[in-house]
């Protein structure tokens, strides 16, 4: 079993920047893709941003480029998402996740195995 603990969130004002972590631990596997998600209140789960098990590649949702940054320290068994410049529209609970699927077909929910309970992330105008 794998368990995810995501960290970092809170309540801000736009512009601000945070880091949201998430701590892995449990089961090891040799390949796996991590992944961000958001979900805001009566919407539905959306991407953010993916990287490979090895950090050598990364993916991100349109709305996001340039301003999240997806970064991962396996010595610390530890994924993160660096948020600058949020935005209203950026408020919802961040969750992450660990599948075992390419970095393209990474951005559907459905392929990710595993889940955190997610932080959430509050932008005040």
């Known amino acids: 079993q794998v368990q995810l603990v995501e960290s970092g969130g809170g309540l801000v004002q736009a512009g601000d920047s945070l880091r949201l972590s998430c701590a892995v631990s449990?089961?090891?596997?040799?390949?796996?893709?991590m992944g961000w998600f958001r979900q805001a209140p009566g919407k539905e789960r959306d991407f953010v941003a993916a990287?490979?098990?090895?950090?050598?590649?990364?993916n991100y949702a349109d709305s996001v480029k340039g301003r999240f940054t997806i970064s991962k320290d396996n010595a610390k068994n530890t994924m993160y998402l660096q948020v600058n410049s949020l935005k209203p529209e950026d408020t919802a609970v961040y969750y992450c996740?660990?599948?075992?699927?390419?970095?393209?077909?990474?951005?559907?929910?459905?392929?990710?195995?595993?889940w955190g309970q997610g932080t959430q992330v509050t932008v005040s105008s």
């Open positions: 449990g089961r090891t596997f040799s390949w796996y893709t």
């Open positions: 996740a660990v599948g075992f699927t390419g970095l393209r077909s990474a951005v559907t929910s459905s392929e990710y195995a595993y």
């Open positions: 990287i490979r098990w090895n950090g050598d590649s990364t």
